[in-house]
């Protein structure tokens, strides 16, 4: 399968979860890759496993310095890009009550200025007529503990739709992918204990109308298809949730 033959690709956030996911779709179609995170074992680790098509640039999204180097990156590798997947983002179950000052920063110096300022940096080194997907959140019902993470996505949410508009005229879309309970090694909350991990689990598969979590390869067919197939499609936000953003769970079917 090469339907991805001569693309250039960078997935910021690719090294483990639905980012690697993404990353080793478009390598095994052809595409070359550029994968980023904030961990440098895990980066090399990540280009490691994704082979001779991948390689890997360590830049930690609440640096200005790292995203102005991984720009340099892109451009001294790739010269021009065809999809950037704007995809890192860390999450926190933490009662309203209980967020302070620290974690309040930590959370939207990840999932908010660092996404914002690494796409503004990377859009003028994607070529007219390619494409951005982002990574938000289930727009489901709010839940409690979620508020400074749901804050984060409704920016990410509102950076996008933005970047949208602006960058019609470069013929450049810009779309999101809405995940709902995915199984990534994190579960998305990157700090969660085993225990906390099986617990969010439990609830996950229990609220989810599918009675089940998503796989990343599930969230990259969605990410794919709004990067490369979806040609009439800018601005939209696409849920890969199974149902819990459209309906309530079934009753009585407790996973
Ligand atoms: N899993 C879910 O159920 C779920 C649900 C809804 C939304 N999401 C969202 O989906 C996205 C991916 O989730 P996931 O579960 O696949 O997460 P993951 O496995 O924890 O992967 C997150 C990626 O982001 C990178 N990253 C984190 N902080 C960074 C920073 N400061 N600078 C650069 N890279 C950074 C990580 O790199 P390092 O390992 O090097 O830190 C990793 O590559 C996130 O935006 C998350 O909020 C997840």
Same mark, same amino acid.
């Given at each position: ?65 790292? #995203?102005?180097? *991984?720009? +340099? /990156? &892109? %451009? ?6 065809? @999809?950037?997947?704007?995809?890192? $983002? !860390?999450? #926190?179950?933490? *009662?309203? +009550? /209980? &967020? %302070? ?6 959370? @939207?110096?990840?999932?908010?200025? $660092? !996404? ?6 990377? /859009? ?132």
């Amino acid at each position: 399968m090469d339907g991805y033959a001569g693309r250039k690709c960078v997935i910021v956030g690719g090294t483990h979860g639905m980012g690697l996911a993404v990353a080793r779709r478009l390598v095994d179609g052809g595409a070359e890759v550029i994968v980023t995170g904030r961990n440098p074992e895990n980066v090399a680790k990540a280009a490691q496993t994704l082979g001779r098509r991948a390689h890997a640039v360590a830049a930690d999204i609440t640096r200005m310095a790292d #995203i102005e180097a *991984l720009a +340099e /990156a &892109v %451009n001294k590798t790739f010269g021009a890009a065809d @999809f950037v997947f704007a995809n890192a $983002g !860390i999450g #926190i179950f933490e *009662l309203f +009550e /209980a &967020v %302070n000052e620290a974690t309040y920063d930590r959370y @939207f110096a990840t999932n908010a200025k $660092g !996404i914002f300022f690494a796409a503004q940096r990377l /859009a003028p080194l994607v070529r007219n007529g390619g494409s951005f997907v982002f990574t938000t959140v289930t727009p489901g019902n709010a839940s409690p503990g979620l508020a400074v993470y749901a804050g984060t996505k409704a920016a990410v949410k509102a950076f996008a739709r933005t970047m949208a508009v602006e960058l019609l005229p470069r013929d450049i879309r810009v779309n999101m992918v809405a995940p709902g309970f995915i199984d990534t090694p994190t579960l998305g909350i990157a700090d969660a204990t085993p225990e906390e991990r099986a617990e969010i689990h439990a609830i996950g598969d229990a609220a989810t109308p599918m009675k089940r979590h998503g796989t990343p390869d599930e969230v990259a067919s969605a990410v794919l298809f709004l990067a490369f197939d979806a040609t009439f499609t800018t601005g939209v936000e696409l849920p890969v949730d199974g149902g819990i953003s459209q309906m309530d769970a079934p009753m009585g079917t407790e996973a």
